[in-house]
């Protein structure tokens, strides 16, 4: 398998589908000829041409709306927004359009959009841009959300995202652009959309890492086993709505705790809901309460070290882990 | 505080009768305690050194300590309401054991400290006395029957934990508990429907009732030595499956006298007929063949209420319970309705024997939609029966007797065979009504029983 960065595996799947298929076509800002704002199209407007790689103005539920009309006339739009603070913009569109018009016609039209964005801190971009959001659209629904957080999965997810007749939120993450790792060449990869992945297996605890937090997850429990002999089972669930509740719950059975780390805010979010769902239907099995590791309940702050200690590193998710354990 | 009455729910000790450090013996009064209904002296339970925990004129409740007997605990003074001070941590450690403890008392010695009373705390206990303890350590503690009181927490703030948990039930000599904690880990959900399919090999394996020999685990409590006997498989069915009969299946039981003169009658010219080594059907077998008859007219009392559906079965297979040692089994004679009474008769005798002599076979056990069960040769003239489930009903048989009976209009009395039965019916499949033609039409069989020739 080769190793590509996750944006070029993003690239590829794009290119991929456009090739398969061609009602896909992709929208959004300088992604054309500017080769989008994180590299994600790059090549793709001198292939496809003008017709199928559309630069547009800043506008984001124009867009939005445009992928929406398009989607419900048969075609399969991609759009892309630069970051998903950007997406609040296109919010009527996204919540009371993409999300609704199935329901709101009876079945009879569909909305097979994806509208990507990345999200995430790190890069001193400030509260308007930096902000993990996948608990504001898990709580809609009629949207499916992934949340990637391997070059594989990005390429296989957004494959299957586009192969879908749902409108799918698509969160990537600005850090992980640059991350490499394999992904299969085989142009009928396609991820499975509910299916969780266990990236490391363990049988004291169970951390749920969402989009980036899988990666930092791995990190914290190879230094769980290494430093304090505790072997932690890492899961990332991939999609958060569908949600593979089972992976988890069996995860939890065995192991009889569970810590979820995400970058979002923690009221309301992805890990709250996910506490909730534990606890109903594993009460029985659990040693300790749910425990979270979020990112600080706060907007971003652009100070570097600020912004550095108000989202999740792998120090605090080894610390919440042993305080399941023990008092620290 | 001990439980002196009944109806007692609080205390006042009126006068200590020993003093703080009195060395005091066994079954020594040491206490008049004022109930709700009289004023009672109190004598020590165990020997030791005597330290009073509550100060005369306290009011107490019933398991709060008053005072404590061990080797040399320092004494804690009675102004704290009798509860135990956080600061006389030996005090604790001895109460554990020694405690005057009301509950033990009161009701003789086989009674476990219990969670909520104080003088069973713990470090993992909050003042409420409440053990603090992790969910799934709770289930394990009540699946292998450890006392939490007992076990220390090593959680985060003291809370006990699963570790906690198995540590204590490998560790703890606890005999009484010893078959519990050997079970392997937790029945899990999905593994019910497994254990349900498992029953006819279990019940077969009644056959061979092989009960394990007593353990005596507790001697001179008041209610003597304990011994304790672990179940053989198919006791831990029958445990379970009357259990789930009585817990589950809305029942109501038709009890009904049978008259018979004919088929006493029958039973004697068949004695004449049969050949020397031939087998004579018993008024049992004529039940049975009745019960098969009736079952194929009523499609009901030969099916199950399963997940809220009826489930009819198309063959009549009728159990007949049996009496082996230290085990009830239930063979069963397939399709019964088809079969004649004599054929009946030898298959009853037939499995009956194999019963005892445990080569009985799961099929032969395994696939009956009634049971018939007969306590007549006990000398029981009537009485009710469990459900065997998923089974509609069971007909429980009463000895047959010759009673006075009314025979004329004008009040003539005489002597008759009369059999009571009992019908016990799951009413979510049979009703009623239905339950009642169904049992009148044993009855009709069994009072012409030249019927069941036809």
Redesign the interface.
């Known amino acids: 398998m080769p190793v590509m960065r996750y944006r070029e595996a993003l690239n590829a799947a794009l290119r991929e589908e456009m090739q398969r298929d061609e009602d896909v076509f992709i929208m959004g800002e300088d992604i054309g000829v500017f080769n989008g704002a994180f590299k994600v199209t790059n090549g793709l407007l001198k292939e496809f041409g003008e017709k199928r790689v559309r630069d547009t103005p800043i506008s984001e539920n124009t867009i939005v709306g445009m992928g929406v009309g398009a989607a419900m006339t048969g075609l399969r739009p991609v759009v892309e927004l630069m970051t998903i603070n950007f997406s609040l913009l296109a919010m009527d569109q996204i919540v009371n359009h993409a999300a609704t018009i199935h329901y709101m016609f009876g079945g009879q039209v569909r909305v097979p959009l994806v509208v990507r964005m990345p999200q995430g801190a790190g890069h001193q971009l400030g509260p308007t841009h930096s902000h993990s959001w996948e608990a504001l659209y898990l709580h809609v629904p009629g949207l499916l959300v992934a949340v990637p957080s391997t070059p594989e999965d990005a390429k296989g997810l957004l494959k299957a995202a586009i192969r879908d007749d749902n409108p799918v939120i698509f969160i990537e993450h600005e850090y992980l652009y640059g991350q490499r790792g394999d992904v299969p060449e085989d142009e009928d990869f396609v991820a499975d959309f509910g299916q969780a992945a266990i990236r490391r297996e363990g049988d004291d605890v169970t951390i749920i890492g969402i989009s980036r937090m899988a990666v930092t997850a791995q990190k914290a429990a190879e230094q769980l086993a290494q430093e304090h002999e505790v072997e932690a089972e890492v899961i990332d669930p991939r999609t958060l709505r569908p949600l593979d509740l089972d992976t988890i719950v069996k995860s939890v059975e065995k192991t009889n705790r569970a810590i979820i780390v995400e970058e979002g805010w923690p009221h309301g979010g992805v890990g709250a809901n996910l506490a909730a769902l534990i606890q109903e239907q594993a009460f029985d099995y659990l040693d300790a309460p749910v425990a979270r590791v979020t990112g600080a309940d706060l907007p971003m702050p652009y100070s570097k070290p600020l912004e550095q200690i108000a989202f999740p590193h792998e120090p605090q998710v080894v610390e919440a882990v042993l305080a399941t354990f023990r008092d620290v | 505080m001990p439980r002196l009455s009944d109806s007692m729910e609080e205390g006042t000790i009126l006068k200590w009768l020993v003093s703080e450090g009195d060395e005091v013996k066994k079954g020594q009064e040491i206490a008049e305690i004022e109930t709700d209904k009289a004023t009672m002296t109190y004598e020590a339970d165990e020997e030791g050194v005597f330290h009073p925990v509550a100060g005369e004129g306290d009011t107490l409740s019933i398991g709060e300590v008053i005072a404590t007997i061990g080797e040399d605990a320092p004494a804690t003074s009675g102004d704290n309401g009798g509860k135990p001070k956080e600061d006389a941590p030996e005090a604790e450690a001895d109460e554990e054991d020694r405690a005057v403890d009301a509950e033990a008392a009161g009701e003789g010695g086989d009674a476990q400290p219990k969670a909520e009373q104080p003088e069973s705390k713990t470090a993992s206990g909050d003042e409420n006395g409440r053990v603090k303890a992790?969910?799934?350590?709770?289930?394990l503690a009540k699946e292998q029957g450890v006392d939490l009181a007992s076990v220390e927490g090593?959680?985060?703030?003291g809370?006990i934990?699963?570790a906690d948990v198995e540590k204590a039930a490998s560790g703890e000599a606890k005999p009484a508990t010893k078959a519990e904690a050997k079970k392997d880990d937790a029945p899990?959900r999905e593994e019910r429907p497994a254990e349900r399919e498992a029953e006819p090999a279990a019940a077969a394996s009644a056959s061979s009732p092989g009960t394990s020999d007593p353990k005596v685990t507790e001697t001179g409590t008041t209610k003597g030595d304990v011994s304790v006997v672990d179940l053989t498989r198919t006791q831990q069915v029958v445990a379970r499956r009357m259990a789930e009969a009585k817990a589950t299946i809305p029942e109501f039981t038709l009890v009904a006298e049978i008259d018979m003169e004919n088929a006493v009658a029958l039973r004697s010219k068949l004695k004449e007929v049969a050949g020397e080594d031939a087998v004579v059907p018993s008024f049992n077998d004529m039940v049975v063949k009745a019960c098969a008859f009736a079952l194929r007219d009523h499609p009901r009392a030969n099916g199950s209420y399963k997940d809220g559906k009826f489930e009819l079965y198309s063959r009549v297979n009728v159990g007949v319970a049996v009496a082996a040692q230290n085990a009830l089994v239930v063979p069963v004679i397939h399709d019964a309705d088809q079969k004649s009474l004599g054929h009946i008769a030898r298959d009853v005798r037939k499995l009956a024997a194999r019963v005892r002599d445990g080569t009985v076979s799961p099929p032969e056990l395994a696939g009956g939609t009634f049971t018939v069960s007969n306590l007549g040769m006990f000398g029981i003239t009537s009485f009710t029966a469990v459900i065997n489930p998923p089974q509609a009903a069971i007909l429980a048989v009463g000895a047959m007797q010759q009673r006075p009976v009314i025979v004329d209009d004008r009040g003539k009395v005489e002597a008759r065979h009369r059999m009571n039965v009992s019908l016990v019916c799951d009413h979510r499949i049979l009703y009623g009504a239905d339950a009642a033609e169904f049992l009148g039409r044993i009855r009709a069989l069994l009072e012409e029983p030249l019927a069941m020739a036809l």
């Open positions: 992790s969910p799934v350590a709770r289930r090593t959680g985060p703030g809370r934990v699963k899990k």
